[in-house]
């Protein structure tokens, strides 16, 4: 599977869009954009995943770049409660091979 | 739908015990569950793959025998940490595939269970 790049770290006021950017300069055709995030001592929660169209559901847009070289995260009015890692993860989805490889993802702190 | 659920989710034990960690699926049953460890600050490091009726799949440098896996059904699966130490108190996660939903392959995870070994 591919490896992602993130930043580190970033801040977002509250109310504000927040937009996480990965990059994924290798990956494949077959391959998934997956996002999860983890709230402090919590266990991973989906978000959203594409392949190479856009995509939007209640929680978050995902933005894919026509080279499909790397990829946005957008949340687009953030809360206190969006303070978390996400992690963006490239993947194939096979019966036989499925295994999320996580990265450092990236903190997000959203600031009142 | 599709919870998982974890317990315990906290548990201190002495030096040289054995601790049983289950994770189940509440409302919808699974071919496969992944067992994960996180240690502070730190990325998610798969453990191993557990299929229902078979023997589980171990990462690179994970000891099957220290940590025994067993998925009896398609609904539970349990991770026992055996003669545990201080070095193995860790963040322990378990995820679940759905096994009737082949469209996303989406894998849904536990709560945690956070272990602390004195």
């Known amino acids: 599977d591919a490896k992602t790049t993130q930043p580190p770290s970033m801040d977002c006021a509250e109310g504000r869009a927040a937009n996480l950017p990965c990059n994924h300069s290798?990956?494949?055709?077959?391959?998934?954009v997956y996002w999860y995030r983890q709230i402090h001592s919590q266990g991973p929660q989906y978000i959203i995943h594409?392949?190479?169209?856009?995509e939007t559901n209640e929680m978050a847009s995902l933005i894919i770049t026509e080279d499909r070289k790397s990829s946005t995260l957008i949340l687009p009015h953030a809360t206190l409660r969006d303070t978390a890692v996400y992690y963006c993860?490239?993947?194939?989805?096979?019966?036989?091979?499925?295994?999320?490889?996580w990265g450092a993802g990236t903190k997000l702190i959203i600031k009142p | 739908g599709a919870v998982v659920s974890q317990h315990p989710s906290r548990v201190i034990c002495k030096s040289g015990t054995s601790v049983k960690i289950e994770c189940r699926s509440l409302?919808?049953?699974?071919?496969?569950m992944f067992w994960y460890r996180q240690f502070p600050k730190k990325s998610l490091m798969l453990m191993a793959t557990?299929?229902?009726?078979?023997?589980?799949?171990?990462e690179q440098g994970v000891e099957k025998d220290k940590f025994l896996i067993n998925h009896a059904s398609l609904t539970l699966s349990t991770l026992t940490v055996t003669s545990a130490h201080p070095e193995d108190s860790s963040f322990y996660i378990c995820?679940?595939?759905?096994?009737?939903?082949?469209?996303?392959?989406?894998?849904?995870f536990g709560p945690g269970t956070r272990l602390t070994v004195l």
């Open positions: 409302d919808f049953q699974a071919t496969t």
């Open positions: 993860i490239a993947l194939t989805l096979s019966v036989s091979n499925y295994q999320l490889i």
């Open positions: 290798t990956i494949s055709g077959n391959e998934y």
């Open positions: 995820s679940a595939r759905d096994r009737g939903d082949s469209s996303y392959n989406e894998q849904f």
């Open positions: 557990s299929n229902e009726g078979s023997k589980a799949t171990y």
């Open positions: 594409g392949l190479k169209n856009n």
